[in-house]
């Protein structure tokens, strides 16, 4: 600690850099820095030549011996490595494992003498306790035998199960052992002249009180290790000593003899790797601000900003391979095309300039065959609405790159008749075929790994015969309708206030998934004239099962792997609202000092976007008026005005970003929608004769 303290006082130019920054500032400037340095490394090599005397694979011309003393780096850390994988790992023993254990066997069998000591229980009383003391694995057949046995038999039987368990604890249990001690303690307790129950009942014990005990150290493994690997004495290249013989092909290990011997030419000028720098520094810097003011998202998303480096180190690194046989191969579109759907179409422009202009610097790749492929990328992919159309989008590269082609070629000078232009024209085609190919490959696998939610994946999600949205229909049709018109309202009402409406309508889809679990407590999935099950059950149970559809939403969603920004959605679409009806029928039991009104909040998180809280006000607003006996349009706005406003003045708003003019909007398209949705449906001449017919007479008693 003294030496990281006073190596922080010695240096304090990184405490300087960061004071006064946040997290976010922090990463940011890691990612800007790490930005730089490949952006220096991936030019150096074309805009810096190579001047290297020899390098590994070539042949020495000549004796090359050590002109001092030097520590041979490469056999060293090789040695090293080899003691550290000698070393095994170290596991430490858990005592609390073998107490508790030991604990556990005590208070069954001093509770079972208790029991059967306590003359005034029942044989039912005794039964019922020992089945708390035992848990719930032994019949009711067995552990009537075990209240009969004799007390010689039970503490034999003690006996035998302490010195069996506490001695294979002791000689420690690792987890992928647990199975083989289990069935050795079995074998024991086989063995014993006792009653074939009262062993049923200790080897349900052992079981019981058995436990892996012997954790992995793994501070005390790497300390071994790190003694294993100090204790390697370093290998020495003495004075005079010949590293390569004449004749001799160099390896790297010998390569990396001479590099610390300081016998090869590998600073090459000064000024040309400054200029280096300095261009690495401009395209950063140029991305950094053009994030900034036309793509905040990225710019402002520590998880957002890594994930386009990660885009633009993969397509360098995929470009420089592939352009070693074309440059007019180079896929560079990927880049662009994979910022522009993941990011949004901003990121995806800056990000076809600036992988252009690094290619033009660092490759032979052309800047005007990298802009326009990247471009026409980014134009096909804007719109993308299902998978296929990234076909379509390799098409539009293709073109890109054949124009891009034809035009330098013409520019050139270049013939027709050369077999060499159509050959740069067909790798143009296949760079278009292999950015389409590379982008749906990868898309899914950046998806998942960032936890983004692209408009591809959100309308895959949407299809009725997804197994969740099919399990919803065919199991809580009445919820599935409900959660249909809840879409349709939280898409327009997104779209108004300027929100992600195709998330919004995704996210309302799947927002009461967890009503499958329990369909027929909710008034959406009850038949007509069904009993309703709360009638026959206590408003906190009630309360309970009401709530608990969040839970059990958010349990499907994750077994179904839904991405994170729907399971916000079933989350926080009650928030931490209360239970209105349930509450009053409790307080309303003549017991109201007794109910705690918490008992009946849903456990929240409150909504925490735009899209999570519109679907909120939709979903209340829709029920409201369902229930409504005859609405008409002045009373659903009333009530959607009242629903708004009870979410507002309640708090539940309190974490989104809507403004009071947004709930105003919101409030409007709702209305609209359910007007639309509730209407009261025209009578025609036969149904008004059929109401006339099934009216009772003036003063009867209908039935």
């Known amino acids: 600690m003294n030496q990281a303290t006073s190596g922080w006082q010695r240096h304090p130019w990184p405490r300087y850099l960061f004071r006064g920054a946040d997290r976010g500032t922090r990463l940011r400037i890691l990612w800007a820095a790490l930005a730089f340095v490949l952006a220096g490394i991936f030019m150096t090599p074309a805009l810096v030549p190579n001047r290297l005397q020899i390098d590994a694979g070539q042949v020495a011309p000549r004796d090359i011996w050590a002109p001092r003393a030097v520590t041979d780096r490469y056999r060293t850390e090789e040695l090293r490595a080899e003691a550290v994988a000698r070393v095994a790992d170290v596991y430490r023993t858990d005592p609390a494992i073998e107490a508790g254990a030991q604990a556990r066997i005590a208070a069954v069998f001093s509770g079972l003498a208790a029991l059967v000591a306590d003359q005034g229980l029942t044989d039912t009383d005794r039964l019922g306790g020992l089945r708390e003391l035992a848990g719930p694995g032994a019949s009711d057949a067995i552990l009537r035998d075990v209240l009969t046995s004799t007390p010689e038999d039970l503490a034999a039987l003690e006996a035998r199960l302490e010195e069996t368990v506490i001695g294979l604890l002791r000689s420690g249990i690792k987890a992928e052992h647990l199975d083989e001690a289990r069935k050795q303690a079995s074998a024991d307790l086989a063995a014993m002249q006792v009653e074939r129950e009262l062993r049923i009942f200790g080897d349900q014990l052992a079981q019981a009180a058995l436990a892996a005990n012997l954790v992995f150290d793994e501070r005390q493994t790497w300390q071994q290790r790190q003694e294993a690997a100090d204790q390697v004495d370093p290998v020495k290249i003495v004075s005079g000593q010949v590293v390569v013989r004449a004749g001799e092909v160099v390896s790297e290990h010998q390569l990396a003899v001479l590099q610390d011997l300081g016998l090869l030419e590998t600073s090459p000028a000064y000024p040309a790797r400054a200029g280096v720098l300095v261009l690495a520094g401009l395209l950063v810097a140029g991305m950094a601000a053009y994030l900034k003011l036309f793509s905040p998202g990225v710019y402002s998303s520590d998880r957002r900003a890594f994930l386009l480096l990660l885009i633009l180190v993969a397509t360098m690194a995929i470009a420089s391979g592939t352009a070693r046989f074309s440059p007019y191969l180079a896929p560079l579109a990927v880049g662009p095309m994979l910022a522009t759907i993941l990011l949004g179409p901003p990121a995806g422009l800056g990000t ?352």
């Open 352 to 703: 076809a300039v600036l992988l252009g202009l690094m290619a033009d610097l660092g490759t032979d790749i052309s800047l005007v065959l990298s802009l326009a492929g990247g471009l026409a990328g980014v134009y096909g992919v804007a719109t993308v609405s299902q998978r296929n159309d990234l076909v379509r989008s390799g098409v539009l590269v293709m073109a890109g790159n054949l124009a891009a082609i034809l035009g330098l070629s013409l520019v050139g000078g270049r013939s027709f008749a050369e077999p060499a232009l159509w050959v740069d024209h067909l790798w143009g085609m296949a760079n278009g075929f292999l950015s389409s190919v590379l982008t749906l490959g990868s898309l899914p696998f950046l998806e998942n790994l960032f936890g983004i939610v692209t408009p591809l994946k959100l309308l895959e999600l949407s299809n009725p015969n997804q197994p969740l949205l099919r399990k919803l229909l065919l199991e809580a049709p009445g919820t599935y309708q409900h959660c249909l018109q809840v879409a349709n309202m939280a898409e327009a009402a997104t779209e108004r206030v300027g929100g992600d409406a195709l998330l919004a309508r995704v996210g309302a889809y799947y927002h009461d998934i967890g009503k499958v679990k329990r369909p027929y407590f909710f008034i959406d999935n009850q038949l007509f004239g069904d009993e309703n099950p709360h009638d026959r059950i206590a408003p906190h149970l009630s309360s309970r099962i009401i709530t608990s559809h969040v839970r059990d939403g958010v349990e499907l969603a994750r077994e179904h792997k839904l991405p994170e920004p729907l399971i916000d959605f079933i989350e926080q679409h009650h928030g931490t609202g209360l239970v209105t009806y349930f509450f009053n029928r409790a307080t309303e039991d003549g017991r109201a000092e007794a109910v705690v009104e918490q008992d009946f909040r849903y456990d929240g998180p409150l909504p925490q976007t735009r899209e999570t809280a519109i679907v909120m006000l939709a979903d209340g607003c829709e029920a409201a008026v369902r229930a409504m006996p005859q609405p008409n349009p002045s009373r659903i706005e009333a009530v959607v005005r009242k629903i708004i406003r009870e979410r507002l003045d309640g708090g539940q708003l309190n974490q989104s970003d809507l403004t009071l003019r947004d709930l105003d909007a919101i409030a409007d398209e709702f209305t609209k929608l359910l007007t639309g949705m509730f209407h009261v449906r025209v009578q025609y001449p036969e149904d008004i004769a059929g109401e006339a017919e099934s009216r009772p007479a003036a003063g009867s008693d209908p039935q």
